[in-house]
């Protein structure tokens, strides 16, 4: 993402873009075609990093995903960044051999990909956080709260979609230095308040610009609820899309802003972590009644 003339000149100001749209389902040819065209029209706008929604490939909610993908999708996305020369951060659903179990065929993870303006993949990460039967059903977790990599001196961190909704894997990245967070995501009803207020409560308490860029429209039982989003680290939104329809939105994210925001207001600094360890351990089961020695 090395500056050019396309990109601002501002020491510091990365022009980040969010692709917000609703793919054709179950065909991803189609859909990598619309991610060239849309990564064109970012790069004229003078965006360094163009950000697109979950399962951008295939769509989300679109059953099986069996013969969907392709050993090569992650090139052919590669392709795409190196010869518009846009850095790319896309999600997609990979096919990988099982770890262990009797499964001897590939499982799917939900994926996003970071790839940098020259082609390079640069970080991969699988969603931890699967939500409800529609992950669950088709998805191995991944393993790891998100994935950090550096474009050009900018460290961007990414997760996926219901990964956001855990404050814990957010403040993790933000400690390790993350300045963008690019977020690929799914949203749907009744869910609003995630990219209403979600969203720009973790990048404020972080002190961290977030990209999220979203579904429109509807996929089988699914209605996506739009409003994606570029938010700063004061928790205000940079550039912002409506809930009904297909925008690329672009905004400056000023890594300077980011520093004075950590010092100013020194969430990160001021921790006590001692008194968090209760945090990362795992839930007590509940007891219905405290004096039943068979909930101890």
């Given at each position: 993402m090395?500056?050019?003339?396309?990109h601002?000149p501002?020491?510091?100001?990365?022009?980040?873009?969010v692709?917000?749209f609703?793919?054709t389902?179950?065909?991803?040819?189609?859909?990598?075609a619309r991610?060239?065209?849309?990564?064109?029209?970012?790069?004229?706008q003078?965006?360094?990093?163009l950000?697109t929604?979950?399962?951008?490939?295939?769509g989300y909610d679109?059953?099986e995903l069996?013969g969907?993908?392709?050993?090569d999708d992650?090139d052919?996305?590669?392709?795409?960044?190196?010869?518009?020369?846009?850095?790319?951060?896309v999600?997609?659903a990979?096919?990988?051999?099982?770890d262990h179990?009797?499964h001897?065929g590939?499982?799917?993870?939900?994926?996003?990909?970071?790839?940098d303006?020259?082609?390079?993949v640069?970080a991969?990460?699988?969603?931890?956080h699967?939500?409800?039967d529609?992950d669950?059903?088709?998805?191995t977790?991944?393993?790891?709260?998100f994935?950090?990599t550096?474009?050009?001196g900018?460290r961007v961190?990414t997760m996926?979609c219901?990964d956001?909704?855990?404050a814990?894997?957010?403040r993790?990245?933000?400690?390790?230095g993350?300045q963008?967070?690019a977020?690929p995501?799914?949203?749907?009803?009744?869910?609003?308040?995630?990219?209403?207020?979600?969203v720009?409560?973790?990048?404020?308490?972080?002190?961290i610009?977030i990209a999220y860029?979203?579904h429109?429209g509807r996929?089988?039982e699914t209605?996506?609820?739009g409003r994606?989003?570029?938010?700063?680290?004061?928790g205000?939104?940079l550039?912002a899309?409506?809930?009904?329809?297909?925008?690329l939105?672009?905004a400056?994210?000023d890594?300077g802003a980011?520093a004075d925001?950590?010092?100013?207001?020194?969430?990160?600094?001021?921790?006590?972590?001692e008194?968090y360890?209760?945090?990362v351990?795992?839930?007590?089961?509940l007891?219905?009644?405290?004096?039943d020695?068979d909930?101890?």
């Amino acid at each position: 993402m090395a500056q050019d003339e396309q990109h601002d000149p501002r020491p510091g100001v990365v022009k980040v873009a969010v692709w917000q749209f609703h793919p054709t389902p179950r065909d991803p040819d189609t859909n990598l075609a619309r991610l060239r065209a849309v990564a064109e029209e970012a790069r004229h706008q003078g965006a360094a990093l163009l950000v697109t929604p979950e399962l951008t490939l295939t769509g989300y909610d679109v059953g099986e995903l069996d013969g969907l993908t392709r050993d090569d999708d992650v090139d052919r996305v590669a392709a795409v960044a190196r010869d518009v020369g846009i850095a790319l951060v896309v999600g997609l659903a990979l096919a990988e051999p099982p770890d262990h179990g009797p499964h001897h065929g590939p499982h799917h993870v939900n994926a996003s990909v970071v790839v940098d303006r020259d082609g390079t993949v640069r970080a991969t990460h699988r969603k931890a956080h699967l939500f409800g039967d529609l992950d669950r059903s088709r998805f191995t977790p991944g393993s790891e709260p998100f994935a950090m990599t550096e474009l050009d001196g900018i460290r961007v961190a990414t997760m996926i979609c219901y990964d956001v909704e855990f404050a814990e894997g957010v403040r993790a990245a933000a400690l390790v230095g993350a300045q963008l967070r690019a977020v690929p995501t799914a949203n749907m009803r009744p869910f609003e308040i995630v990219c209403e207020q979600v969203v720009p409560v973790r990048a404020w308490e972080n002190q961290i610009a977030i990209a999220y860029a979203n579904h429109f429209g509807r996929e089988g039982e699914t209605h996506y609820v739009g409003r994606s989003v570029v938010v700063g680290p004061d928790g205000r939104p940079l550039a912002a899309a409506g809930p009904d329809d297909e925008q690329l939105v672009v905004a400056d994210v000023d890594l300077g802003a980011v520093a004075d925001a950590q010092r100013a207001n020194p969430y990160l600094t001021d921790r006590r972590p001692e008194l968090y360890e209760d945090l990362v351990m795992p839930r007590p089961p509940l007891r219905s009644n405290p004096s039943d020695p068979d909930m101890e």
